[in-house]
């Protein structure tokens, strides 16, 4: 899943609360923070001075056994609700239970 980790930055402020937000919330077995805001330089809800406002999120957690993919969505979303209102954009996520 590392497949784009020698893209990314080191990791900023927000990346950092994203990652414990879904540390506390969905105890993750693995998490992965990408900052995609580079790859969106220009484009709406580009944070030109902090770097910061697109990621990608990918994690597995026992949390999401036997949910559907929007149920997981929804959870990741509920764990990073105050970081959606202003400091991200945007965010992709791909949520796994073990053994997926």
């Not at 693995?30 to 697109?54: C, F, M, P, T």
């Amino acid at each position: 899943m590392d497949t784009h980790a020698k893209e990314t930055p080191a990791k900023g402020p927000v990346a950092t609360e994203i990652e414990s937000c879904l540390r506390l919330a969905l105890n993750p077995s693995h998490l992965l923070v990408i900052n995609d805001s580079e790859k969106h330089r220009g484009h709406g809800g580009y944070d030109a001075q902090g770097g910061e406002s697109h990621f990608t999120v990918e994690l597995v957690s026992t949390a999401f056994i036997g949910t559907s993919r929007v149920a997981r969505q929804r959870m990741v979303n509920d764990a990073l609700k105050d970081l959606l209102v202003d400091k991200v954009h945007a965010l992709s996520i791909r949520a796994l239970a073990p053994g997926e």
